[in-house]
């Protein structure tokens, strides 16, 4: 079976506190995009109970043991039980990037392993297994634009998203650590809840939708501060760092006109 795990970007985003847990709520927009990794599975074999990633594309070494669509699959087994598997994992969302790509992985392994065996699981329980493997995992069991708070897994439903509107996005190779972002935030709740800022017009966005991750960022890669400013210069009708960063995407509603050169490298370009 071969699955398309596809990125996402997002609209905002408010850290409002840090939990008694350890990890912080907040609200965001997690909107897909169509820049997709590729991940397939077989079975091993009969009477073969091992799992085996191998992995091409952008993807940066590390042990297979530790990759979330691993964790994913042993997770569900514990769950129901299913053979072994034979899995490839072939990278285009870079890591490190904001854009969700490791989370997506997984989330898709779980899904993809429900339907090819037909475990049976709701997609209610398949966002609850989620949320033990990352805490943006559960939105890309849905794949639709959601607004989410909580750890990000108290979902309602968006706002309807502009036809026609076009999205660019651009990754300088940079790896910004969730974590090491999360430790660098300032956590406050906003006076206008994004729900309702989402809800405004478009053009009102820029001047009142933030991404509380941009702060640590920009101090530290202030590159990316520059590519933010060249989307508006190209047309850009809303432009962000996604998640902690450090893809930046602008919105726009007609061709984007780039200067000659831009910093950083094009990897998605195309409709919402």
């Known amino acids: 079976m071969v699955v398309f795990p596809r990125a996402k970007i997002n609209i905002g985003l408010n850290i409002t506190e840090k939990r008694p847990d350890g990890f912080h709520n907040i609200e965001t927009l997690f909107l897909p995009v169509n820049l997709c990794d590729a991940l397939e599975f077989v079975p091993a074999g009969r009477g073969s109970e091992k799992d085996e990633l191998t992995a091409s594309g952008c993807m940066t070494g590390g042990n297979p043991a530790d990759n979330l669509v691993i964790k994913a699959v042993k997770l569900l087994r514990k769950k129901s039980p299913f053979p072994g598997l034979r899995i490839h994992l072939h990278k285009v969302i870079p890591t490190g990037s904001g854009l969700g790509g490791g989370s997506s992985d997984a989330s898709s392994m779980l899904a993809g392993l429900n339907r090819y065996f037909s475990l049976g699981f709701t997609s209610e329980e398949l966002q609850n297994m989620a949320l033990e493997l990352g805490s943006d995992c559960p939105v890309f069991i849905s794949g639709t634009p959601i607004l989410a708070s909580g750890r990000g897994e108290i979902f309602e439903p968006a706002p309807k998203i502009p036809d026609g509107l076009k999205i660019v996005i651009v ?4 790896h910004i650590s969730t974590q090491e972002a999360y430790k660098n935030c300032s956590p406050a709740k906003p006076a ?3 729900r309702e800022l989402t809800q405004r017009p478009l053009k009102e966005w820029r001047e009142t939708i933030t991404n509380d991750f941009e702060e640590y960022a920009f101090n530290r890669f202030p590159q990316l501060a520059d590519t933010k400013a060249s989307m508006y210069q190209a047309g850009a009708i809303y432009s962000s760092m996604s998640g902690s960063g450090s893809a930046v ?3 726009f509603m007609g061709e984007p006109r780039f200067p000659e050169k ?10 919402i």
């Open 171 to 174: 990754h300088e190779g940079i």
């Open 192 to 194: 206008v809840r994004l």
């Open 262 to 271: 831009i910093k950083g490298t094009i990897i998605f370009k195309g409709e």
């Open 249 to 251: 995407y602008g919105l």
